[in-house]
């Protein structure tokens, strides 16, 4: 059964360093998020993506994250400077068609964030 | 502030036994309603989905949806111990700045004890 792939499984940073996480969505959908989930707290959306655009961010989504499609397969969240409240499992998610036209999210594995 | 309400728990349910989870939801034009169950450090994954007033039932699981109460449920019957988990409730509110995102409760946490 197809899947939603991220690496790295763990990431720990220094506080202000720049990380990368990757995500590779099941290959047929076209739209692709992040969400994140601080320890104990909810899950937050982040931002969705489709055809090769921002859909929709949320507040948290500010100038320190971008979204990028870098080629056919590869969906990645970048922060740019790390601060210690960014620690948090980010999961990435994606879907064939839009939400409110019948489609549901299939979640990766997510990669947990230790900014120290 | 759309808002996605659920009792945080623990819910302790004998095994064998129906396990009933529910959720309400603030924005009355709400597209799209999903059960997730996420276990310890893991990612949410998908229990069921619904649209439409009524039950969806599939396996084990029944959806239960009221727009008109903005209610949302989940009955689980013959719980098994393997069911113990959180359980998150998530909405599409289907408006104009949220087509493509999920608003999630901050999930139930089931027990059912053997």
């Known amino acids: 059964e197809p899947e939603v792939t991220q690496t790295p499984s763990h990431q720990v940073t220094q506080m202000g360093q720049e990380v990368i996480l990757r995500c590779v969505p099941i290959?047929?959908?076209?739209?692709f998020y992040w969400y994140r989930q601080i320890l104990g707290q909810k899950v937050e959306f982040l931002v969705s993506f489709y055809n090769n655009e921002i859909s929709e961010k949320s507040e948290i989504f500010d100038d320190q994250f971008s979204v990028e499609r870098p080629d056919g397969s590869n969906f990645t969240l970048k922060i740019r400077s790390t601060k210690l409240e960014d620690s948090a499992m980010y999961f990435c998610a994606s879907s064939e068609i839009r939400l409110d036209l019948g489609d549901t999210q299939y979640f990766g594995p997510g990669t947990r964030l230790t900014v120290l | 502030q759309k808002e996605v309400e659920q009792n945080s728990g623990p819910l302790s349910v004998p095994e064998g036994a129906i396990a009933s989870l529910n959720c309400t939801y603030s924005d009355r034009g709400s597209q799209s309603f999903f059960w997730y169950r996420q276990y310890s450090g893991k990612s949410p994954e998908l229990i069921m989905f619904?649209?439409s007033n009524g039950d969806k039932e599939d396996g084990r699981f029944t959806a239960q949806l009221n727009k008109a109460s903005q209610y949302v449920s989940l009955l689980i019957r013959d719980s098994q111990p393997s069911d113990s988990a959180t359980y998150l409730c998530a909405v599409n509110m289907g408006s104009m700045d949220s087509n493509y995102q999920l608003i999630w409760g901050a999930g139930t946490k089931l027990i059912i004890k053997p």
């Open positions: 290959s047929n959908h076209l739209y």
């Open positions: 619904i649209y």
